[in-house]
């Protein structure tokens, strides 16, 4: 009995020092300047607006590099392009789009989110331009679909429906374990199957192959996409079929909703979303929202199942 009771008490510390990492506070958020922009409009000029226009530069809302003034990014003027780009996110995260930065959107502007930008470059909203009617058997035909699909709805060949996954070395097992059961969820509701490969202390890691490369890192990390630390970018995944996916390892994750922590398994689903082949949805129940509260777990939705039927014509 006292055995018993030793291995149960090891295992409760053993998920409070692995599974849950430390806390950290939210005014590390690097989105934590936005606070400052709360109240601005057209017309003003506020120190630091110019961090907020690369903020929407990353997210798609703007295009900084066909911008006819050099310094944007460096201009904290609030002008007419700005309003604009403020008012096409409100759009999509359902907001009043007043094109100022009222308490509501900086709010939503400050949780953490996926990298995977919002919007095409070219301006034309992913998750709201292109809607469907469904017309699909026993499904009303005034329903409105919000999945969205990368440009070109890539998707991986249709005689591949199994799918292997591979973690790089140094990825803890309490994390292997949350992601297979995302990639458990998808297979529940889809025509796919994935398989993890393992590996071991003989085998290099260059020379594995695997559809989907599963990894951790922490900032700049080779891909021209950086983490930024906790509260941030939480994640990032290619579009069919290249199969990369990174997680910041910066960041509080958990295993299961925890205040103050991000849910890896609600990640991972997101994340997995993208790699079969779906963009943001402006459902916020979706799992394919881009953005994230801490504590929160959250599971497939109709709008997440129904897009991948769709993009690959399956019943």
């Keep these: 009995m006292a055995s018993t009771i030793f291995q149960a008490f090891s295992s409760l510390i053993f998920l409070f020092t692995v599974l849950i990492l430390p806390v950290f506070s939210t005014n590390q958020s690097p989105f934590g300047f936005l606070e400052n922009m709360q109240g601005s409009h057209k017309g003003d000029q506020v120190e630091g607006l110019y961090e907020l226009k690369q903020y929407l530069n990353k997210f798609g809302y703007l295009n900084i590099q066909n911008l006819q003034s050099t310094s944007v990014e460096k201009d904290d003027r609030f002008d007419d392009l700005l309003e604009?780009?403020?008012?096409?996110?409100?759009?999509n995260y359902h907001l009043n789009p007043t094109g100022a930065l009222d308490s509501s959107t900086v709010s939503t502007m400050m949780l953490p989110r996926c990298g995977v930008s919002d919007i095409m470059i070219d301006g034309t909203s992913r998750m709201r331009a292109g809607q469907k009617k469904m017309n699909h058997p026993r499904k009303s035909m005034h329903a409105v679909s919000h999945y969205q699909f990368f440009s070109g709805s890539p998707k991986w060949p249709l005689?591949?429906?199994?799918?292997?996954?591979?973690f790089n070395a140094n990825t803890s097992s309490n994390a292997t374990s949350?992601?297979?059961?995302a990639f458990?969820?998808?297979a529940a509701s889809t025509h796919f199957t994935f398989t993890q490969i393992?590996?071991?202390?003989?085998?290099?890691?260059?020379?594995?192959?695997?559809?989907?490369?599963?990894?951790?890192?922490?900032?700049?990390?080779?891909?021209?996409?950086p983490f930024d630390g906790p509260y941030g970018v939480l994640a990032h995944a290619s579009a069919p079929t290249s199969?990369?996916?990174?997680?910041?390892a910066?960041?509080?994750?958990?295993?299961?909703p925890v205040a103050d922590h991000i849910d890896l398994e609600t990640v991972a689903l997101h994340e997995i979303g993208h790699l079969l082949g779906l963009e943001h949805s402006s459902v916020a129940e979706a799992i394919m929202f881009p953005s994230v509260s801490d504590g929160v777990a959250k599971e497939l939705h109709?709008?997440?199942?129904?897009?991948?039927?769709?993009?690959y014509n399956k019943p």
Excluded: C, M
């Design 84 to 91: 604009a780009a403020i008012k096409t996110y409100q759009l």
């Design 159 to 166: 005689d591949k429906a199994n799918l292997t996954y591979l």
């Design 178 to 181: 949350a992601i297979a059961r």
């Design 184 to 186: 458990d969820k998808w």
């Design 198 to 225: 393992f590996l071991d202390n003989s085998t290099v890691l260059p020379n594995v192959t695997a559809d989907i490369r599963i990894g951790f890192y922490s900032k700049d990390h080779g891909d021209g996409y």
């Design 243 to 248: 199969g990369s996916f990174h997680l910041d």
């Design 250 to 256: 910066d960041e509080p994750w958990s295993i299961g």
């Design 302 to 311: 109709g709008d997440d199942v129904q897009g991948i039927k769709d993009l």
